[in-house]
């Protein structure tokens, strides 16, 4: 994990977010956790951090997070395709996907 991925992930937030999920279990998502606190159960989350890169984890977050809210892709490139209907999986909820470079 560098500081700048670090910096990265959390300038991709809308500022008024709450609460934010992080997905992974790396270095930088432990840090991001650390930072961001922990979200409530139940609550879905109006952010997400996806540190992971895998598609399906990608996927599912589009899926869990709130409507109008935002997913931060912030790890590394996915090896394989993610398969995305931009109109019914971003466009209908009003989801902004944002990407930064997790390397």
Not at 16 to 33: C, K, M, Q, T, Y
Request: glycine content about 10%.
């Amino acid at each position: 994990m560098t500081a700048q991925a670090f910096d990265a992930a959390l300038a991709a937030l809308p500022p008024s977010a709450a609460p934010i999920e992080v997905v992974g279990d790396g270095a930088l998502a432990r840090a991001l956790r650390e930072h961001l606190g922990t979200r409530a159960a139940g609550e879905r989350p109006a952010a997400i951090i996806e540190t992971t890169g895998d598609p399906d984890a990608i996927r599912a977050a589009l899926a869990r997070v709130d409507d109008l809210g935002t997913v931060v892709l912030a790890g590394p490139e996915p090896q394989a395709e993610v398969a995305l209907d931009l109109y019914a999986d971003l466009h209908v909820r009003g989801l902004t996907l944002a990407g930064t470079a997790g390397r």
